[in-house]
């Protein structure tokens, strides 16, 4: 029994002609040499620290726009004087309480909208990482669309980003990857804000600590080292990060700048 047999779904069977789909092989450049990309816990926490400051930046950058509106024929999202072109990654229920990956396709959407998501299923099946290799799972604090999406767009494309489409009636939202977001949300932080981003992480979510900052800041491009179990880090002023050991990982025991 796999062990996420009781949580998920069957696992998916190919579809007919699907879209293009990327080679298995490795994550985007940040992942730190080891990581077990079998391990969700381990994959997620790598993802974050990228995902979290784009996210966030992209929620300030449409923040003020009146009205969003998703073609997925033309695989267009429009958020008031913004477009951008969308790839459908799947969907949420809130009456089954239940994700379903895009790759199922039971809206028959065109096969060039489900490129990335067939991309996602590929290195699921390559690395062993359950949760992307079946249909369905149940939804929890652990598995659900924003941890999913950010899985995705962070561990398998250098410059995506995702936006959660809810449906009109609340019952349920659609996740689409934003193919062509604005540059300027992938540039990287300043000490301060790689300080808060990580304190605001740490508290909101489980993770693996260690492979949670080393992969911030080889994404965000900013140089450390190791001094014990501590890490600096080199912004225009130092930051350290002291871990402590805690069962078989590290988690933050300070955090000062």
Same mark, same amino acid.
């Given at each position: ?7 998920f !779904?069957?696992?998916?069977v190919?579809?007919?002609n #699907?879209?293009?789909?990327?080679g #298995?092989?490795?994550?985007v450049g940040?992942?730190p040499? !080891?990581?077990?990309?079998? &391990?969700?816990d381990?994959v ?6 990228k995902?979290y400051t ?7 950058? $449409?923040?003020?726009e ?10 267009v ?25 895009g790759?199922?396709n039971?809206?028959n ?9 067939h991309i ?21 604090d652990t598995?659900n669309?924003?941890n999913?999406?950010?899985?995705v767009?962070?561990a398998?494309?250098?410059d995506?980003c995702y ?16 193919? &062509? ?5 992938f540039?990287p ?9 990580v ?22 491009k900013?140089s450390?080292?190791?001094?014990? &179990?501590s890490?600096?880090?080199?912004? &225009?002023?130092? $930051?350290? $990060?002291?871990?402590?050991q805690?069962g078989e ?5 300070n955090?000062?700048?």
């Amino acid at each position: 029994m796999p062990l996420f047999g009781n949580l998920f !779904g069957k696992k998916s069977v190919p579809q007919e002609n #699907p879209a293009p789909q990327a080679g #298995p092989g490795a994550p985007v450049g940040f992942f730190p040499e !080891g990581t077990d990309l079998s &391990d969700w816990d381990q994959v997620f926490s790598a993802c974050l620290g990228k995902m979290y400051t784009v996210q966030t930046r992209l929620a300030e950058l $449409v923040k003020d726009e009146p009205d969003w509106h998703i073609d997925f024929e033309a695989g267009v999202l429009r958020l008031g004087q913004y477009q951008f072109r969308t790839q459908f990654l799947g969907s949420e229920s809130y009456v089954s309480n239940s994700w379903l990956w895009g790759w199922e396709n039971v809206n028959n959407f065109p096969g060039d909208l489900l490129g990335q998501v067939h991309i996602a299923q590929t290195y699921g099946q390559s690395w062993g990482l359950e949760p992307l290799m079946y249909a369905q799972c149940e939804l929890n604090d652990t598995f659900n669309g924003h941890n999913f999406s950010m899985v995705v767009c962070g561990a398998l494309a250098e410059d995506r980003c995702y936006y959660r489409c809810p449906t009109a009636s609340g019952q349920g939202a659609a996740f689409v990857v934003l193919c &062509d977001p604005p540059k300027e949300i992938f540039r990287p932080v300043d000490g301060i804000t790689f300080v808060n981003s990580v304190t605001q992480c740490i508290q909101q979510f489980y993770l693996d600590h260690k492979i949670f900052v080393e992969s911030f800041l080889r994404w965000n491009k900013t140089s450390f080292h190791w001094s014990g &179990d501590s890490l600096i880090a080199h912004f &225009d002023t130092n $930051v350290t $990060v002291e871990f402590e050991q805690a069962g078989e990982n590290y988690r933050i025991k300070n955090l000062k700048q």
